[in-house]
């Protein structure tokens, strides 16, 4: 399966800052995903990205495919306390794969905001 | 409507015991998933249901992992003779088809 590199593995910022996350792969993805997961539950999906050079907002959040096809970038604007939480960038398991099907995950950005 | 459930939400077993964990898929839902996260990981793919196919066993970590869907429902993840290496928090999801993938809140398994 395909291995994804999630990077920076923590961030601690202030309430208002901008933050910006991102995943890479050895390999080429068809499909990009970022999720967030709060304590105590499953990950909710946020942005899904399906072409090269893609760029998707949903609010504050905007995510892009990037044009290689092997990275992607998550960014959060004016953060804010519930912003706090696990994102995590995925995308499917098996080379080649377009479909949602069984997803490969990062390890994951732990964002804490600051009051 | 109701979104996916598990049960239980916590499980504390002797090493060696079997567990089974239960999943209630969303209603309609053809696909249904599951993973396991482990300590301060990302998602780890177990197996995977779609309609009537045989399920995609290729994440399972060994014999001892099973899981079945019965009636194209509710599916049971079976772990036999547990070890403390299985300690994690076990996910389940469905989706229409193969579409968005919509997660239940877990199970969180401790093997002593």
């Known amino acids: 399966g395909q291995q994804l590199n999630q990077s920076p593995q923590s961030m601690f910022i202030q309430e208002g800052e901008d933050v910006s996350m991102n995943c890479t792969s050895s390999?080429?993805?068809?499909?990009w995903l970022w999720y967030k997961q709060d304590p105590g539950e499953g990950p909710v999906l946020l942005i899904a990205?399906?072409?090269?050079?893609e760029l998707t907002s949903n609010g504050r959040l905007t995510a892009q495919f990037g044009i290689t096809r092997k990275d992607s970038f998550l960014n959060i604007s004016a953060s804010i306390p519930s912003d706090v939480g696990i994102y995590f960038c995925?995308?499917?398991?098996?080379?080649?794969?377009?479909?949602?099907?069984?997803?490969?995950f990062g390890q994951g950005t732990i964002l804490t905001v600051h009051p | 409507g109701a979104g996916v459930s598990q049960s239980p939400s916590n499980k504390v077993t002797e090493k060696g015991k079997d567990v089974e964990l239960r999943c209630d898929p969303i209603s309609g839902h053809t696909a249904l998933y599951w993973y396991r996260q482990s300590l301060g990981q990302g998602l780890e793919f177990l197996i995977y249901f779609q309609g009537n196919s045989a399920p995609d066993k290729s994440g399972l970590p060994s014999d001892r992992f099973s899981a079945e869907r019965t009636g194209g429902s509710v599916s049971t993840l079976t772990i036999q003779r547990t070890q403390q290496e299985d300690s994690a928090v076990y996910l389940c999801?469905?989706?229409?088809?193969?579409?968005?993938?919509?997660f239940g809140p877990g199970t969180r398994l401790t093997v002593t």
């Open positions: 995925a995308g499917p398991l098996n080379a080649g794969g377009t479909s949602y099907g069984k997803l490969t």
């Open positions: 390999s080429i993805f068809n499909t």
């Open positions: 999801a469905s989706s229409l088809f193969s579409r968005e993938q919509y």
């Open positions: 990205l399906y072409k090269a050079g």
